[in-house]
T-cell receptor
């Protein structure tokens, strides 16, 4: 069975600095997709970035980039130039089959001024 | 364009009661998935419906059921509520299968007392 592990329950970063949120995964599939979502206190899950297992380049979306290391089965999220509004829960997820996402336990990020 | 809308936003029920949660997907999206997020954990997959048919089911008891209507909106029903059913219930909408195009609603926070 597929599994997502996020080992950092909480992280904090100073405003304008970069931060890396860790994610490791376990799967026997050759083709898979990895996602990062942001969940503010309002509850909505906001899609941030996607990496396909066959994508040769690391995905980037604005201030978000995904450090994909396939051999190590890691998909870390890097947020550059942190902003106060980045304070939230962050979830790493993997698509299983065609129809569901498997989520990690999440990392709570606090951005300090 | 409206995003994924869920109703109600908050709900308090008594043990043993039944509850119905509603979700309207983004216009043009034919797939709706339901997730349960217990406090302090990542979301867990409950159901996916596509073109009004159940396409996937997570490890949840038969007390949980769902359906999708011709307009692609969906309802999640939970019977014989238990205290452990208290959670944030999230609905995700996508064009077809769950993937990079999945968009979540703000959730329904259910409290069972």
């Amino acid at each position: 069975a597929q599994k997502i592990t996020q080992t950092q329950p909480g992280m904090f970063v100073q405003e304008k600095e970069a931060v890396t949120l860790d994610c490791t995964y376990d799967t026997s599939d050759q083709s898979y997709g990895l996602f990062w979502y942001k969940q503010p206190s309002s509850g909505e899950m906001i899609f941030l970035i996607y990496q396909g297992s066959y994508d040769e380049q690391n995905a980037t979306e604005g201030r978000y980039s995904l450090n994909f290391q396939k051999a190590r089965k890691s998909a870390n999220l890097v947020i550059s130039a942190s902003q106060l509004g980045d304070s939230a829960m962050y979830f790493c997820a993997m698509r299983e089959g065609y129809n569901k996402l498997i989520f990690g336990a999440g990392t709570r990020l606090a951005v300090h001024p | 364009d409206a995003g994924v809308t869920q109703s109600p936003t908050h709900l308090i029920k008594t043990r043993g009661q039944q509850v119905t949660l509603r979700c309207s997907p983004i216009s043009g999206h034919k797939s709706v998935s339901w997730y349960q997020q217990v406090l302090g954990q990542g979301p867990q997959f409950i159901f996916q419906y596509y073109e009004k048919e159940e396409r996937g089911r997570g490890n949840f008891p038969d007390r949980f059921s769902a359906r999708q209507f011709p307009n692609y909106s969906s309802e999640l029903n939970v019977n014989a509520l238990l205290l452990g059913d208290s959670a944030l219930y999230l609905c995700a909408s996508s064009l077809d299968r769950v993937g990079a195009e999945a968009f979540f609603g703000q959730g329904t926070r259910l409290t069972v007392v």
